[in-house]
């Protein structure tokens, strides 16, 4: 069983930055790829950020540019850094993993930019 763990949510004011952080259970290599995703309140999950076992990256395209995903292996950790955040990118942040055909999810951290 692979555990992902979520930290450095909060609130902060439009044009402000956080940084999330993933711990995980086990190598980040071994995972296939892990990524961020967010659910607002009303809407779906949705894709923010992944980052492959090979450390190709892919963003949705409201967040390029401001949004960073990157990893420390020997931590077994990977990162979200957000910058110039806007009240549209409120919502409950969930680290991702996949590992073969499974997916594994963090317990989801809340984001909240108010205007």
């Known amino acids: 069983q692979v555990q992902l763990a979520e930290s450095g949510g909060g609130l902060v004011q439009a044009g402000g930055s956080l940084r999330l952080s993933c711990a995980t259970s086990i190598s980040i290599f071994a995972l296939n790829n892990m990524a961020w995703y967010r659910q607002a309140p009303g809407k779906q999950r949705e894709l923010v950020a992944r980052i492959t076992r090979d450390g190709s990256t892919n963003y949705e395209d409201s967040v390029k540019g401001r949004f960073t995903i990157s990893r420390d292996s020997a931590k077994n950790m990977v990162f979200l850094q957000m910058n110039n955040l806007k009240p549209e990118d409120t919502a409950i942040y969930y680290c991702?993993?996949?590992?073969?055909?499974?997916?594994?999810w963090g317990q989801g951290t809340q984001v909240t930019v108010s205007s």
């Open positions: 991702y993993g996949g590992l073969l055909a499974l997916d594994y």
